[in-house]
């Protein structure tokens, strides 16, 4: 059975914490509509993707009560949400995915792992990766920079996850980077890959949001505005590209050792008289 998910390109609004999950609950609303079961939110959503907004005063899951617009959002409609936010727990901020499902209390469910050089100098990188399921199909969790691993994703697969979601926030001039490395994830490891990309201010945010088949064809998208992308992701065909592309199934788990040559320049040269 398929499972209809939406992923969102959006902006948010830096350091307006109330104001983007107003625009997140709006989003769940219209995700519903479109008969989506599951929606994920780009990197950073709530708080804005922004350096002064991540050294101020930062949410945290001590008190809930900030994020009930978007927890009614999701209770009313039956749509699970992935929603990624800076977070303060008091010891350490993270970049980290909540998950909201219907009738539960929202979880802060994984920190991203891997942080580039400006983020190292106010995040903490997290310590394990996350999946859960929606019947038959396991989804794992992202965020932006970790995509950009092949080993992060071949984790999660060998796992159990048939679907990588990845949460991100792309500068310009990251366009080719970013969607070679998504659909390379979704073909080296026969999984489906969801992006959902900010757009905007404060630096001019490139979206991208976009969702990528097993065999890393582009097989929906969001253009420069604001939107949605839907697709339904079907199990059956991660089962059949698996089956007739067997890079997933040959991998081999040791290499043995790797032997090096020392410099072959001397040799040569000697080897031709010079």
Partial sequence: MTVRIATVQAEATPGAVELNIARAAQLVAESAEAGAELLLFPEAFLTGYDEATFGGTLPNLDDLTWLAPLQEAVDETG???????ALDDGHRRTLTDVLLAPGALPLPAYAKQHLHAPERTIFVSGARGYSFRIRDVEFALSVC?????????????????????????YFPGGERRRDLHLAARALDNGIYVVYSGLIGAPSDFIGGSAVFDPLGRRVASVDEREGLAIADIDPALVEDVRRDQRMWTDRREDLGDFERSGDLTGRTARATGA
């Fill in 145 to 169: 920079y970790d995509a950009n691993f092949p080993e992060h994703a071949a984790a999660a697969s060998e796992a159990g996850a048939t679907v990588y979601l990845n949460s991100g926030a």
């Fill in 79 to 85: 749509v699970i949400a992935v929603v990624n936010t």
